[in-house]
């Protein structure tokens, strides 16, 4: 069942993301949404518009913070500024549980502002495990990692992705923020199937839920966030709902952004599979 | 290779410029042929090589950083036109890469990358760097610290000794040209034109201010502040700007109103009488903070 302790043994349930076309209609119009999912690096200012909005949804809803720039995976160390701000943000919103990318993106202190893909290596699993932990020691809130869409893979690597899922979170003892539109996504531009990676996710770890829409082109699949969730995505959610059993779930949308209803609306799709004694209580 | 060794070598390759056609370009500027770094790292599929599957990532990089440079310097994108723009926009990133785990702060060495560049913005150098002072501080008045209010409107509370401090996200700027006037024009003409569009990945349609139509110098005070939220430009008197100049640098009231009187060359007879007004109105706008 969803509470476990890589959730903060939370009972969340449909999620939509926090995004600034919507917040004048959710400040007048209210809107009963179960949770609020917000990018932690907006929110990690000093004062202003940012923190009194956020301080506003804070006295209505229930907000979990997902993070874009930790690069667990990037082989430098954690940068100790952006940790002091985000604990600073943890207080702040008390969220039950902190996600933030499987990737790398920054070296030597310059950032790319991406999300990058690993080289599925046991010297990279072992160093992204410890710098899960040290960020989790130091924000004392449990961490879940997400995995990313990825076009490009490396020579180096030495297992499959869902394996260099599996070695990082053991070793980290963290928690999945599973994302089954990456999956998809990174099953179609490296051909593999979708379903033995998720069929070999530890399904006790799964502490959040990931659906979104993404752009075909040509050549690959592009993780855009800016369409509805298509038919085999939601079939990948049907079958972690099945493995995870009824989980935190979360739409992204983050480009061209519809009405706050229609994106509602596309999450609340999520609700279908659940089993049935859950979607007539909800 | 190990991981440090991995990620230099594609941060290294994706963060090169792009060709005009916005494709990676070939080699390397030591020579190194980016294809067989690509080829090296990178496995191929049966669609894309491993130079394009490389390729895709610094694409992203480019369009990402550009795109947030773009929507945080709209003046000085109108001042200087879209073309030049961008061609400035990738040297100063190519230059200055982000240091911060925040697009927020892209633009934080833009002045003084463009005082060693004025090529970049030739014709119009000083009324461009006074455009990207304002548009920074614009920014960091957006999302500053806002300490605890300090009420300085009660004169007798007020004497010789008393030192003030000013809200962080106060700015204090002298401009040689009005920009202010010129950037609130941009923003009205880039409001009318602006479509409804979340895109990150856009470029918002821009405008272009006619070098015929470029203000004339003109020397102004400017305090650049947050109140209920929102960014607002004050224009200050000389002798107002000198003054809180002085505040902001800690000296002491007595001592603040002399160096600015010896800044402006004004006599505290003629500046006596503003005094009053300028500390009930400066409170009122909340600028002055509680000392930390």
């Keep these: 069942m969803p509470a476990n302790r890589f959730n903060g043994n939370s009972d969340y349930g449909v999620g939509i993301g926090l995004r600034l076309p919507h917040y004048q209609h959710i400040f007048s119009k209210k809107p009963l949404v179960d949770w609020f999912e917000i990018i932690s690096e907006n929110f990690m200012v000093e004062g202003g518009r940012p923190l009194e909005v956020l301080d506003q949804i804070l006295e209505r809803y229930r907000v979990v913070q997902h993070g874009v720039s930790m690069y667990f995976g990037s082989a430098e160390p954690l940068n100790r500024e952006h940790l002091a701000r985000l604990k600073s943000l943890v207080k702040r919103t008390k969220t039950p549980w902190l996600t933030d990318h499987l990737c790398w993106g920054s070296v030597d202190g310059r950032y790319t502002h991406d999300l990058l893909p690993m080289p599925y290596t046991f010297e990279a699993a072992r160093k992204t495990a410890q710098k899960i932990r040290e960020a989790r020691d130091f924000l004392e809130v449990p961490i879940a990692v997400e995995n990313v869409s990825s076009y490009a893979e490396f020579h180096v690597s030495e297992m499959t992705e869902w394996e260099f899922l599996n070695e990082v979170v053991e070793d980290a003892d963290c928690g999945i923020l599973l994302d089954v539109n990456n999956i998809y996504v990174s099953s179609r531009n490296h051909d593999f199937d979708p379903f033995e990676y998720l069929d070999s996710v530890?399904?006790?770890?799964?502490?959040?839920?990931?659906?979104?829409?993404?752009?075909k082109?040509?050549?690959?699949?592009?993780?855009?966030?800016?369409?509805?969730?298509?038919?085999?995505?939601?079939a990948l959610y049907a079958r972690a709902i099945e493995l995870a059993g009824p989980t935190a779930t979360l739409l992204e949308w983050d480009d061209r952004i519809p009405s706050f209803d229609e994106v509602h609306r596309e999450a609340l799709k999520a609700k279908r599979y659940l089993p049935t004694q859950l979607q007539e209580a909800s | 290779m190990n991981l440090e060794q991995l990620q230099r070598a594609v941060f290294e390759v994706t963060r090169q410029p792009l060709t005009p056609s916005e494709k990676m370009r070939p080699r390397l500027p030591d020579g190194r042929s980016v294809r067989e770094i690509a080829d090296a790292l990178i496995k191929p599929n049966d669609r894309m090589t491993s130079f394009q599957r490389l390729q895709v990532y610094s694409q992203q990089y480019w369009f990402r950083i550009l795109a947030s440079l773009s929507e945080d310097f709209p003046g000085l994108r109108s001042l200087i036109g879209k073309r030049k723009f961008e061609k400035l926009s990738v040297a100063y990133l190519n230059e200055c890469p982000s240091q911060s785990f925040t697009l927020r702060n892209l633009g934080s060495r833009l002045e003084t990358w463009l005082r060693k560049h004025p090529e970049y913005v030739a014709g119009v150098e000083c009324?461009?760097?006074?455009?990207?002072?304002?548009?920074?501080?614009?920014i960091e008045a957006f999302d500053g610290l806002e300490l605890p209010?300090?009420?300085?409107?009660?004169?007798?509370?007020l004497s010789g000794d008393t030192t003030f401090c000013l809200q962080p996200h106060l700015h204090l700027l002298d401009l040689a040209y009005p920009v202010d006037e010129l950037l609130l024009r941009i923003r009205e003409i880039d409001s009318k034109s602006d479509t409804v569009s979340n895109a990150v990945l856009k470029f918002p349609r821009p405008s272009r201010i006619r070098r015929s139509s470029l203000p004339r110098p003109k020397n102004v005070h400017l305090a650049v502040y947050r109140l209920n939220r929102t960014v607002y430009f004050k224009r200050l008197t000389r002798d107002g700007f000198a003054l809180l100049q002085a505040l902001g640098e800690g000296k002491p009231l007595e001592k603040a109103l002399e160096a600015s009187l010896l800044r402006t060359r004004r006599s505290v007879g003629r500046v006596s009488a503003q005094l009053k007004k300028w500390f009930q109105d400066w409170s009122y706008l909340g600028w002055f903070a509680q000392q930390p």
């Design chain 1, 217 to 234: 082109y040509q050549k690959l699949i592009l993780d855009t966030h800016d369409h509805p969730v298509i038919d085999p995505v939601w």
């Design chain 2, 127 to 138: 009324v461009a760097i006074d455009m990207v002072r304002l548009e920074w501080a614009d």
């Design chain 2, 149 to 157: 209010r300090f009420a300085a409107d009660d004169s007798g509370k």
């Design chain 1, 202 to 215: 530890p399904a006790d770890r799964v502490a959040q839920i990931h659906i979104a829409g993404h752009t």
